[in-house]
C-alpha cells in the first residue's frame, strides 16, 4: 500500500519544521486527521496571521506588530544601554527575567564560517548604524556561549569598542542551581577565572 | 513585553498538538517568522487538503482518498482474512513488513475504563456487521501489547469466536534483535510460554 498522497505531502511539509523527524510529522498529520475540522482552520489561521501580522522591527530586528517594536516604542525602556542578541527568541528569553529594562539589537544569527554565514549576513551594518543617531552609552553581548558566539562577541566587540565607551558581555559560569561536580570543565574553569568579590 | 498577540495565539495552537509544549510550540512559530511566506503557505495547503481530501474508508476505517480505502479496493488482498488494529498508524505499520494480504479494520482506539473509553466509542459495532455480508475464516488482533490491548482483545476475541472459525492475536516475544538481558520480565516470560518448536 501506498500512502495516500495527501498524507504524504503533509507529512513531508510537516517535517521541514525543526525538531520535527519523519515519524513525528507522521504522528501529527495523523492527530490532525482525527481532530475536527474546525480546530485545523484555528492552528492553519493562527499560522497565516502569524505570517502577515508580524514582522520585524525597523529599529532593532526584534519582532513586530507595529513598524517599531513594543520595547522600541516604550519611552520608559533606558535609551542609553543596547544588548545585542542573536534571534527573537533571546528577547524572549532575557525580557522574563525582568533584569533588563534596555533596548536590543537581534543580529538574526550567529558568524559561522562552517556554515557559510559571514557579517554580511547578520545585521551588524544596521548595529552599527544606530550609534550614528542613537546615544547609547553601554553595549551588553548577549551572545550563547559556545564557540561560535564567542568569535562572534569578539568581532562584534572590536567593532564597536571605537564607538562607546563600555562593552560588556554577559557572565559565564556554574548555572543557578547547577552541581559542581556535573559541571564540565570549561564551565568550572570560567567560573573560577570570573570569581566575584563577596 | 507581552509576547505578540499573533505570535501567543500561534503558540497556543502549535501546543495542542500531541507530544509538542509550549517550548516547542514557540520554537515551531520563531521558526515560521523566519521562514519565507511560500514555504508556510506549502504547509497550510497541505493540512488543508490533508482534511479535506483524506477521509475514512466506508468499509474498514483504514484513510482513504476515495469511498473505499485502497486496500479495500485491491482484488488481489486475501478478503477472508481480516487484520483488527486501532489506529490507521498500525496498518501503515503492518503493510510496511509485506508480512499480511488481508484486509484491516481500525477501530479508532482502545477500551480504556479510566478514560471513558467503552465499547460503543470504537468502531465495534462496524466490524460485527461486517461478518453478515462478507466471508471471513481469520480475524487477527493486532492491538497493542499493553494492558489495554489485552483487555480489548479478550473482550473482541469474546465478541468475535461465534461469528468466524478462526480468531488469533499477533505474538508477544523478544523484539528482533533484541538482548534478552535487557528485556522486562512479563515480555522473557511471555516469550517462554510462547516458544516455539524447532
Given at each position: 500500500?501506498?500512502?495516500?498522497?495527501?498524507?504524504?505531502?503533509?507529512?513531508?511539509?510537516?517535517?521541514k519544521?525543526?525538531?520535527?523527524?519523519?515519524?513525528?510529522?507522521?504522528?501529527?498529520?495523523l492527530?490532525?486527521?482525527?481532530?475536527?475540522?474546525?480546530?485545523?482552520?484555528?492552528?492553519v489561521?493562527?499560522?497565516?496571521?502569524?505570517?502577515?501580522?508580524?514582522?520585524?522591527?525597523s529599529?532593532?530586528?526584534?519582532?513586530a506588530?507595529?513598524?517599531?517594536?513594543?520595547?522600541?516604542?516604550?519611552?520608559?525602556?533606558?535609551?542609553?544601554?543596547?544588548?545585542?542578541?542573536?534571534?527573537?527568541s533571546?528577547?524572549?528569553?532575557?525580557?522574563?527575567?525582568?533584569?533588563?529594562?534596555?533596548?536590543?539589537?537581534?543580529?538574526?544569527?550567529?558568524?559561522?564560517?562552517?556554515?557559510?554565514?559571514?557579517?554580511?549576513?547578520?545585521?551588524i551594518?544596521?548595529?552599527?548604524?544606530?550609534?550614528?543617531?542613537?546615544?547609547?552609552?553601554?553595549?551588553?553581548?548577549?551572545?550563547?556561549?559556545?564557540?561560535?558566539?564567542?568569535?562572534?562577541?569578539?568581532?562584534?566587540?572590536?567593532?564597536?569598542?571605537?564607538?562607546?565607551?563600555?562593552?560588556t558581555?554577559?557572565?559565564?559560569?556554574?548555572?543557578?542551581?547547577?552541581?559542581?561536580?556535573?559541571?564540565?570543565?570549561?564551565?568550572?574553569?570560567?567560573?573560577?577565572?570570573?570569581?566575584?568579590?563577596?
Amino acid at each position: 500500500m501506498q500512502i495516500a498522497e495527501p498524507l504524504l505531502k503533509a507529512i513531508e511539509e510537516l517535517s521541514k519544521l525543526p525538531g520535527i523527524g519523519r515519524k513525528t510529522a507522521q504522528r501529527l498529520a495523523l492527530f490532525m486527521l482525527k481532530t475536527n475540522d474546525e480546530d485545523v482552520q484555528k492552528l492553519v489561521n493562527a499560522l497565516l496571521e502569524l505570517k502577515t501580522k508580524i514582522h520585524f522591527c525597523s529599529k532593532c530586528y526584534n519582532l513586530a506588530v507595529d513598524d517599531l517594536c513594543e520595547i522600541c516604542q516604550n519611552p520608559k525602556r533606558d535609551q542609553g544601554i543596547l544588548c545585542v542578541v542573536e534571534e527573537a527568541s533571546d528577547v524572549i528569553a532575557i525580557e522574563k527575567t525582568n533584569e533588563f529594562n534596555g533596548l536590543y539589537h537581534v543580529i538574526g544569527g550567529i558568524l559561522s564560517p562552517l556554515s557559510g554565514v559571514g557579517p554580511e549576513d547578520l545585521r551588524i551594518k544596521e548595529l552599527i548604524r544606530r550609534f550614528e543617531y542613537e546615544t547609547i552609552n553601554e553595549v551588553i553581548l548577549a551572545l550563547n556561549a559556545d564557540t561560535e558566539g564567542e568569535t562572534t562577541s569578539l568581532y562584534l566587540a572590536r567593532l564597536i569598542k571605537p564607538l562607546v565607551s563600555k562593552v560588556t558581555r554577559i557572565a559565564r559560569g556554574l548555572p543557578i542551581g547547577g552541581d559542581l561536580e556535573f559541571a564540565d570543565e570549561a564551565t568550572i574553569g570560567r567560573a573560577m577565572l570570573s570569581r566575584n568579590l563577596l
